[in-house]
């Protein structure tokens, strides 16, 4: 019996072990798969490009991040398998315990995971429509709808790690490319003072819409194909131009429940949506 919690009075150290080293397998294939996204991507960046491309923004934060989480896990799991060589000796761990800090860093390796395909997205959405540009999507889009896959809304804070326009873009690129993967899903992208704009997927549509800005083309509604790198870039020039932002600093992004009224009043022909009573009041 495995017991993880503080008074717990029996404790199995092979079983425990048994339980950490499922979640560091786990662990493991997804760090790969970061590191290999990551490279992979770097690498794509350099081969779309006459000169050499600025980094991924957050990219390198991303690799670090993941690699010491699953660097702790290893450890985590050496510890666990003393303990099941020497049952005899073996104590109830105190506290959180060793499987609860497996656990957590489980989570945390599977979110960044997720973070580095998000990012690999936005890249490629910017990029040529060449073979490598699709088996790299392909590649980030099967690491965010493999069986322990987790949307957007649902996967902890929204990051953004800009300090360009142009890496702002790749990052508004990532998440709308995401929400699409997700098929659905609504983030905000709002300065301190609730200026920004609304970003909405509903299948493989989304709907973008302004807050406290001033006049300009009012709810625009993409539908499929979407033009994620056409929709990232207008996103951002509207947050340079009504916001006066210039970076990911100046922002926050975060989760909020969807309109379902403006996707009613959508017009599919036009692209845009008519402002149904105090849509713009959110």
């Given at each position: 019996?495995?017991?993880d919690?503080?008074?717990d009075?029996?404790?199995?150290?092979?079983?425990?072990?048994?339980?950490?080293?499922?979640l560091?397998?786990?662990?493991?294939q997804?760090?790969?798969?970061?590191?290999?996204?990551a490279?992979?991507?770097?690498?794509?960046r350099m081969?779309q490009?006459?000169?050499?491309p600025?980094p991924?923004?957050?990219?390198?934060?991303?690799?670090?991040?993941?690699t010491?989480?699953?660097?702790?896990l290893?450890?985590i799991?050496d510890?666990?398998?003393?303990v099941?060589?020497?049952?005899a000796?073996?104590?109830a761990?105190?506290g959180?315990?060793r499987?609860?800090?497996?656990?957590l860093?489980?989570a945390?390796?599977?979110t960044?995971?997720?973070?580095?395909?998000?990012?690999?997205?936005?890249?490629?959405?910017?990029?040529?429509?060449t073979?490598d540009t699709?088996?790299?999507e392909?590649?980030a889009?099967?690491?965010?709808t493999?069986?322990?896959?987790?949307?957007l809304?649902?996967?902890?804070?929204?990051?953004?790690?800009a300090?360009?326009?142009?890496?702002?873009?790749?990052?508004?690129?990532?998440?709308?490319?995401?929400l699409?993967v997700?098929?659905g899903?609504a983030?905000?992208?709002?300065?301190?003072?609730?200026?920004?704009?609304?970003?909405?997927?509903?299948g493989d549509?989304?709907?973008?819409?302004?807050?406290?800005?001033?006049?300009g083309?009012?709810?625009?509604?993409?539908?499929?194909?979407?033009?994620i790198?056409?929709?990232?870039?207008?996103?951002?020039?509207?947050?340079?131009e009504?916001?006066g932002i210039?970076?990911?600093?100046?922002?926050?992004?975060?989760v909020?429940?969807?309109?379902?009224?403006?996707?009613?009043?959508s017009d599919?022909f036009?692209?845009?949506?008519?402002?149904p009573e105090?849509?713009?009041?959110?």
């Open positions: 019996m495995i017991l919690r503080p008074g009075t029996e404790f199995d150290p092979v079983a425990e072990y048994g339980a950490i080293r499922i560091a397998a786990g662990a493991a997804a760090w790969t798969v970061a590191v290999g996204l490279a992979a991507v770097s690498d794509f081969r490009s006459d000169v050499e600025t991924v923004p957050g990219l390198a934060e991303l690799v670090d991040r993941i010491e989480d699953f660097t702790d290893s450890a799991l510890a666990a398998l003393s099941a060589e020497s049952p000796d073996a104590v761990p105190v959180v315990g499987l609860g800090r497996a656990r860093l489980h945390r390796i599977g960044t995971t997720r973070r580095v395909a998000q990012a690999v997205l936005g890249a490629t959405s910017l990029g040529a429509g073979d699709l088996r790299l392909l590649a889009s099967v690491a965010l493999d069986r322990s896959a987790v949307p809304v649902a996967d902890g804070p929204v990051e953004l790690f300090t360009t326009r142009d890496d702002l873009v790749l990052e508004v690129a990532g998440v709308v490319a995401r699409l997700d098929w899903g983030v905000a992208l709002r300065t301190a003072d609730g200026a920004g704009v609304d970003l909405e997927v509903d549509v989304v709907v973008v819409t302004p807050h406290a800005l001033p006049p083309p009012g709810i625009q509604r993409w539908s499929s194909p979407v033009v790198a056409d929709l990232a870039g207008g996103v951002v020039a509207t947050l340079v009504g916001a210039e970076t990911a600093l100046e922002i926050e992004a975060t909020i429940e969807p309109h379902p009224s403006r996707r009613a009043h599919p036009t692209g845009t949506v008519a402002d105090g849509a713009d009041d959110a």
